[in-house]
């Protein structure tokens, strides 16, 4: 999934940030939060983004994303997701976006066992026993760490209990076709913490997630 150039705008401050995302005041350290963006039928493939995600832009929207990618600590990646966004952010400089700077120097942890090297400024491959691995990094986080795309990585951590968050920002179209975010047998429990409708029918969703 690719941050694209309709993102413009400044970063949220604390207490903007407090709007956003319900309860974040009380925010604990080491937590793993799942953000994701798709249509009203789950599709989150990059490949069709001018489809179902561009058409939906606002300034409201590129606020949502960059506020959740400025408060997180560190990202987790699978390897499809790692590939896409690596060549792209890394070639700017000039904190393009408002993001590019936080993209390219935070700390990236990439999973995937057939990765031989991760390029990308700050990156760690985790090439196994991945879910053990990124368990003990949540322990000892001192803040967020934030999944994006990715939906193989996302189903194993949520099977296992590790997730804390889900954020899903669901854009007004059904759009039939394209790879889904929601795999066959990802499962977990959710509680609904937060709701916002954003600009053109996007609505922003946050959940608490947990074991069934």
């Not at 150039?5 to 995302?21: E, M, N």
């Not at 990202?75 to 060549?87: K, N, S």
């Not at 792209?88 to 990236?108: H, I, P, T």
């Amino acid at each position: 999934m690719i941050l694209f150039p309709t993102l413009s705008g400044s970063f949220y401050s604390g207490p903007a940030l407090r709007g956003i995302f319900p309860g974040k005041e009380d925010f604990q350290m080491g937590r793993i939060v799942i953000s994701e963006w798709m249509s009203l039928d789950g599709v989150f493939d990059a490949s069709l983004m001018d489809q179902w995600f561009n058409p939906f832009h606002s300034e409201r929207r590129g606020e949502w994303i960059r506020a959740g990618i400025d408060a997180c600590e560190s990202m987790l990646y699978g390897r499809t997701t790692y590939q896409m966004l690596a060549p792209y952010w890394s070639a700017l400089k000039d904190n393009e976006m408002g993001v590019a700077a936080k993209l390219n120097g935070v700390r990236k942890y990439v999973v995937s066992a057939t990765l031989e090297k991760a390029d990308w400024e700050n990156s760690v491959l985790i090439k196994a026993d991945a879910v053990r691995e990124i368990a003990r990094l949540k322990a000892a986080a001192a803040g967020d760490m934030l999944l994006t795309g990715s939906a193989t990585l996302a189903k194993a951590l949520l099977e296992d209990g590790l997730v804390d968050e889900l954020r899903v920002l669901i854009q007004p179209i059904i759009l039939g076709k394209g790879r889904r975010f929601f795999l066959d047998g990802m499962r977990s429990g959710l509680e609904l913490a937060g709701t916002e409708t954003l600009p053109l029918g996007v609505t922003a969703l946050t959940y608490k997630a947990g074991k069934v």
